[in-house]
């Protein structure tokens, strides 16, 4: 017997509507179920993957605002990171971009400290791993200082010297 995926909603092009309709491999359930932690947990070896919009070098993630302008919304993001949190053998994957680009201007979306107006997401001590198209860095049970030189290394070679030199120092002693 195949498995199926769960989801809570789905929203994209009328070939996108085609393909679900009637489609058995996919299973749509209340956010109540979908969304719980213990339901989540509960899965074997389960892996969350969630976005990110910015990241210090502590490990907070911030992912629906930006300098404190709502985005979007939370969603299940603080359920799955909780949930994959829940049981040791479960991993909570935060994937983001090292940069983007802001009025023609190339600027990292990780920083040694969240911008001011920012407000964080997902807490520091609930991160497991951080992903960029530079590498992943585990930070589970990792210092603040281990965390910021392993977060440090994801940025783009553009700043990563500069985020490498303050996670050195980073908080101090």
Request: without cysteine.
């Given at each position: 017997?195949?498995?199926?995926?769960?989801?809570?909603?789905?929203?994209?092009?009328?070939?996108?509507?085609?393909?679900?309709?009637?489609?058995?491999?996919?299973?749509?359930?209340?956010?109540?179920?979908?969304?719980?932690?213990?339901?989540?947990?509960?899965?074997?070896?389960?892996?969350?993957?969630?976005?990110?919009?910015?990241?210090?070098?502590s490990g907070q993630i911030v992912a629906d605002t930006i300098v404190?302008?709502?985005f979007s919304g939370i969603?299940?993001?603080?359920?799955?990171?909780?949930?994959a949190g829940l049981v040791l053998s479960d991993r909570s994957l935060i994937c983001l971009p090292s940069t983007t680009t802001v009025d023609g201007e190339l600027v990292s979306r990780i920083s040694p400290q969240l911008v001011a107006g920012s407000i964080v997401t997902t807490a520091r001590h609930q991160v497991?791993?951080?992903?960029?198209?530079?590498g992943t860095a585990e930070v589970r049970g990792l210092t603040v200082r281990e965390r910021?030189?392993?977060?440090?290394?994801?940025?783009?070679?553009?700043f990563?010297?500069?985020?490498?030199?303050?996670?050195?120092?980073?908080?101090s002693p």
């Open positions: 017997m195949g498995g199926f995926s769960v989801t809570t909603f789905a929203a994209g092009t009328p070939e996108l509507y085609a393909w679900l309709d009637d489609n058995d491999s996919v299973r749509f359930l209340p956010v109540d179920i979908v969304n719980s932690p213990e339901v989540i947990s509960s899965n074997s070896n389960m892996i969350t993957i969630n976005g990110a919009m910015a990241v210090d070098l404190g302008n709502q969603g299940g993001h603080e359920d799955f990171v909780a949930g497991d791993v951080i992903i960029t198209e530079y910021a030189k392993a977060i440090a290394a994801l940025g783009h070679p553009q990563r010297d500069e985020l490498e030199a303050v996670a050195a120092v980073w908080p």
